[in-house]
């Protein structure tokens, strides 16, 4: 997909006391590496700060990286928090990753996730599925795509 990475800003975020970080680093790395503008949170941060960095920084791609089960409070509080200020979750990409079991996947896209990513998924595919979610966020296309786990997800075929 041509795209103009350079113009996609993301949001990789640790929210809550998980100290695990390396896997965040090296997509950090890896995002910035593909041309990415990338912004880290760091470890340890509330849902609040969370939240706020993604307002203060107008980003296009939120992701948020659990290794501690934290995902199940921590991503409908911010993301409550984002709509309660204002953020069409239509119009951001918003990314889970981690040890995330694969029965919390649906709930996760429900919230309004677009996509859920495992240990193991090859890096080019999570770049892969940015552009697209972009893409389609961008032109407000109908059909939808989610990648939960391993697989991408076509909803909406046109």
């Known amino acids: 997909m ?9 949001l990789v975020a640790k929210p809550g006391l998980d100290g695990h970080d390396r896997g965040a680093r090296v997509l950090c790395r890896f995002f910035r590496d593909s041309g990415y503008e990338v912004i880290y949170t ?7 700060e969370v939240a706020n960095a993604a307002l203060q920084e107008d980003v296009d791609v939120l992701g948020m990286s659990f290794l501690s089960g934290a995902h199940e409070s921590y991503v409908p509080k911010i993301l409550n928090l984002l709509k309660n200020n204002g953020v069409d979750l239509n119009e951001i990409v918003i990314l889970v990753g981690g040890t995330i079991p694969e029965e919390h996947f649906k709930r996760l896209i429900d919230l309004g996730v677009d996509g859920v990513f495992i240990p193991g998924v090859p890096l080019n595919e999570i770049s892969d599925f940015i552009d697209l979610k972009i893409k389609e966020k961008r032109d407000k296309s109908e059909a ?3 990648f939960v786990g391993t ?8």
């Open 151 to 158: 697989k991408l997800i076509q909803k909406n075929p046109v």
């Open 42 to 48: 760091g470890l340890h941060k509330t849902a609040e």
């Open 2 to 10: 041509n795209m103009n990475r350079s113009k996609i800003k993301i």
């Open 144 to 146: 939808q795509h989610y």
